[in-house]
């Protein structure tokens, strides 16, 4: 089996799949005060510092989530809530994932003035996004990196300037295709806010967590019994949360060495790719390594994804929250509607190799002799 669809989920690693079988043992719950309780309650305290330590933040500056889902919507609504009353301007990039653009959606049906920024032919301009900013801004949220064509987004430049100009608006960071994969700590995003997640690091689903700034004061999204200091109510789930901490402190130990061999395999892939008759490259030439976009000429993306998954061979039509939806991201990069409808997305893993990707690069020349034309 070849998997090359990583930017959706990743394979668990035995750091985390260890950890995991440890604390399925230790099953007490985290806020009772006997010996079990706080066995569990020390686990999530590991995790936690482990999450901070990758990030180089406090721990006590980190919030366990259900996924950058959760992260998300609680950022987005939070800031709303707490500044909404007198700031009613939110803006954010056309090319967020759904869990922020539906949120503000939904705000801009209360009221909000939700403001898209578009990218421009030659991507995302500083000046645009600074522009769009005044005093009754609340919220700038912008993701670092595109999880469908691995576009980066100048989040450090933005947020750096806003910053100055407008210290009381909340800057928001979906961080979730740049963690612990792009060597970025919180300093350089001057991020308020960053949403992670644990199963884009393999780690396991159902896990993730919401970076906020000491002093920030942002109303609870979730209520309840007042679990993770009273911010996010909800037992937690202390194997999933183990498996966060533990896959986040391999990844960072070796961020230099994946992030180099990932690099590597990008590099070769984009190359050859250039070299075939028929098929483009999508993804900027100064995008994240870890995820590719390519498009195959005449071929729709569904057919080539089930004829590369019949030799077991695993990518992605687009975002896997998509599920073969028509993409309004690649629209939003000025790729035609003839080339969106052949595109697919390679997203890799250190575990990933050179002989893979060159199985990828023969089964895409079959297609093009076997499938042009059928629909």
Known sequence: MVYFDNAATTKPCKEAISVLNDSLLKFGNPSSLHGLGLEASQ???????????SLDVDDSEIY???GATEANNTAIFGAA?????????I????????????????????GFDVVKISPQSDG?????????????TCLV????????????????EVFKTLKKKYPQTILHCDFVQGFLKLSLKQKELHADMISLSGHKIHALKGVGALYIKKNLHIP?????GGQERGFRSGTESVPLISSFGAAADAMYKNLDANFHHVQMLSEHLRCEVKSLDGIALNSPSDGSPYINSISVGNIRS???LHFLEGREIYVSSGSACSKGKKSKVLTEFHIPDSVADSTIRISFCPENTIEEVDLLLEALKDAKNNLVGIK
């Open 124 to 136: 995302f301009h500083v000046e645009d996004f600074v522009n769009a900013v005044d005093e009754n």
């Open 91 to 110: 803006v954010i990039s056309s090319v967020e994932h759904p869990s922020v653009s539906e949120p503000c959606r939904i705000l801009e049906s209360k």
């Open 302 to 304: 569904e057919v080539l």
């Open 43 to 53: 686990i999530i305290s590991l995790a936690r510092k482990q999450i901070a330590s």
């Open 141 to 156: 949220s912008c993701m670092l990196c595109n999880n469908e064509i691995g576009a980066m987004l100048p989040v450090s």
């Open 220 to 224: 609870p999204f979730i209520y309840g």
């Open 64 to 66: 366990f989530t259900s």
């Open 81 to 89: 809530s707490k500044l909404g009353k007198r700031m009613k301007k």
